[in-house]
């Protein structure tokens, strides 16, 4: 298999899509809502594997970003990982389904003109339509597509209760969650005229490593870990602070608008209690904080 070519059976297998398997389903939105659905609900977010490579030294490079590399972590061994690694391997699976997709750049709030780019989504086109993939946004990694049309802004409800926005800006695209009547900025990205800016492959690998290794601070890659995101009945996640010493633990149920909340008092709590809820675990050594790699 070359490095970015996925195994499309067995990631359909793992997402429970076996009759795409045998009958290639045509590259609609039934298809990209199945899609979309099941991998956001199936792979994790979280920075464990992020963190242990600068805790032991190891390098940040393009191979973290290969699709052979990403089956191997997402599919063989059921790992998942961090928005990048979340967003191109649904890519290739989507690519792989006849999907037309493009890379766009995202950006964290507030809104600054030189910011560098630390977030990457999707814009799969569907003849005259497109929609926005974001499977890895963290604990909002978004349950389907949502449809964009570039000019106006526009609301998506998922499953009936989660509702998105995506709001036109002079300059950008900004991508929300709208929540008890409030708007809660997630990313933007940017604007070329009365189109999004799309980046394609290598540029989006060059953002990868120049955010992961650069000298600005990273609450993600220094001193903060992650674990969570959409379940199929709901949303879970768990969070340490390595430099507050606490955490929190929360869980979400379909339809539902208040999280329950547990406090987490320390980090070996915090590593039986994702251990208990999600069966990974997190090595001692994660109870540093990092120290930014050389390039």
Known sequence: ????????????????????????????????????????????????DLQIKYIRGQPIGKEDLDISYLQKKFVDKKRGGMCYENNFLIEAALVALGFKVQFVSGYPFPYLSEEEPSHIALLVQIESDYYLVDTGCAFNGIRAPLKFNFETTQETLVFGYEKYQIAVEPTHYRVSAVIDEKVVNFFYFMREGSSPKFSDREKVIAEYINFMTSKQEFKGRGWALFIGGATPDGRAGCSFNKKERTGYKFTQANYLPVKERTEIKDFQDFQAVVKDTFGLEIPDELEKICVRPEI
Do not use: C, Q
């Open 1 to 48: 298999m070359e490095s970015n070519t996925i195994d499309l059976d067995s990631y359909l297998t793992l997402l429970g899509l076996d009759e795409f398997k045998s009958d290639r389903p045509e590259p609609n939105l039934t298809t990209l809502s199945k899609v979309v659905e099941k991998h956001a609900t199936k792979f994790l977010y979280h920075n464990i």
